[in-house]
């Protein structure tokens, strides 16, 4: 069975998995909101991962935010990272100018990119 795309003209998928809880990620939200306009070519995602336990399913998240970036195909980054918006973004370009990954970047990152895009987030 083929992996789920991300929607026509998005070829990037960036998720940032959080917590109400998690001050840090009240923070950066309007943040990572923001950064979804000077990548047109991806689409950001907010996922509560306590709200959506159907999708985040067995996921252990230990550090809050923790990001799924994915392209075309393959998750090719699942993990914390720093809460600076231009980290995200630095992260993203390079991940884009490597070009396409021949295999995700492991199978639990892309196990959950194909609950999250089949959940239709």
């Known amino acids: 069975m083929e992996s789920e795309r991300p929607p026509a003209g998005k070829q990037w998928l960036v998720v940032c998995l959080c917590a109400q809880w998690c001050g840090v990620c009240k923070d950066y939200r309007q943040g990572f909101e923001d950064l979804?306009?000077?990548?047109?070519e991806a689409r950001f995602v907010w996922l509560d991962i306590e709200d959506r336990e159907d999708v985040a399913g067995d996921l252990d998240i230990e550090t809050f935010p923790s990001l799924l970036i994915s392209d075309?195909?393959?998750?090719?980054?699942?993990?914390?990272l720093l809460p600076q918006l231009p980290v995200l973004s630095r992260l993203l370009v390079s991940l884009q100018r490597?070009?396409?990954?021949?295999?995700a970047?492991?199978?639990?990152?892309?196990?959950?990119?194909d609950r999250i895009l089949a959940a239709g987030l």
């Open 36 to 40: 979804a306009a000077s990548h047109p």
């Open 72 to 80: 075309a195909q393959h998750a090719r980054f699942l993990g914390p």
């Open 98 to 103: 490597t070009g396409p990954a021949p295999v």
């Open 105 to 113: 970047v492991s199978a639990q990152a892309q196990a959950l990119r």
